[in-house]
């Protein structure tokens, strides 16, 4: 289980706010992390990651990652974090992006199979597409092996065809491996498709937390906080 309860002021283009979550994330969930731009979603992930200062506590899996006197720091979090622009070692090929961060062949090779890269495995990442970059990314962040999976908008840059192709894989990664995943996103669709649970955050709360149906069938502020 992942326990969050963190508090941080924020000053964001809505002027200041708090952002204030306090959530409990069972082993194995997939989270939708969706709401308007601004309210708090990219920043959570940053907090949990390790990448920005938060007052509060994270316990992950009875391990603190924050908590009285004490921080994790990032390299130290068991974590895979899936940035929006790739952020992959343009010098590098396909496999030697996942073999830098653990040097696993079998398991490289594996996730390039089931993402369909492995003809794609001594190409350098410059020469490929941006879909096949955010496959790449993703496997290289499961190379870790991770308690917990942070993906931050990574269906946005994609095309629609190469967007549901993603997602399948996506899921099918998750359903294998079962690791702890938030990914945030505005893609109604692909959240509907890949999460077990949504929450909607707004203004730096959650405001809305339940199964894809029940978040569909919310209140009218809700709707209109996922449609922005």
Not at 159 to 173: S, T, V
Not at 174 to 185: E, L, Q, Y
Not at 188 to 203: G, K, N
Request: proline share 3%; hydrophobic share 40%.
């Amino acid at each position: 289980m992942i326990e969050i309860d963190i508090h941080k002021r924020l000053h964001g283009a809505h002027g200041e706010m708090n952002l204030d979550v306090t959530l409990e994330i069972q082993k194995g969930e997939f989270i939708a992390l969706m709401g308007e731009s601004g309210s708090g979603k990219t920043t959570l992930l940053r907090v949990l990651a390790g990448l920005e200062n938060a007052e509060g506590d994270i316990n992950v899996e009875d391990v603190v990652w924050l908590g009285d006197q004490k921080k994790l720091p990032p390299q130290q979090r068991e974590i895979g974090f899936i940035f929006q622009d790739y952020a992959l070692f343009d010098h590098m090929n396909v496999e030697e992006n996942l073999l830098f961060v653990n040097d696993d062949k079998a398991l490289a090779q594996r996730l390039l199979e089931m993402t369909e890269l492995s003809r794609l495995s001594h190409r350098n990442v410059k020469g490929i597409s941006g879909g096949q970059k955010q496959r790449v990314s993703l496997c290289r962040a499961l190379m870790k092996q991770p308690k917990l999976l942070l993906m931050d908008e990574p269906l946005s840059a994609l095309d629609p065809k190469m967007r549901i192709k993603l997602q399948d894989e996506i899921l099918k990664l998750h359903k294998t491996f079962g690791i702890t995943t938030i990914m945030v996103s505005h893609d109604t669709d692909a959240s509907y498709h890949l999460a077990d649970r949504i929450l909607v955050l707004d203004h730096g709360k959650i405001i809305a937390d339940g199964t894809p149906e029940e978040i569909l069938c919310k209140t009218s502020t809700v709707t209109y906080t996922l449609s922005v």
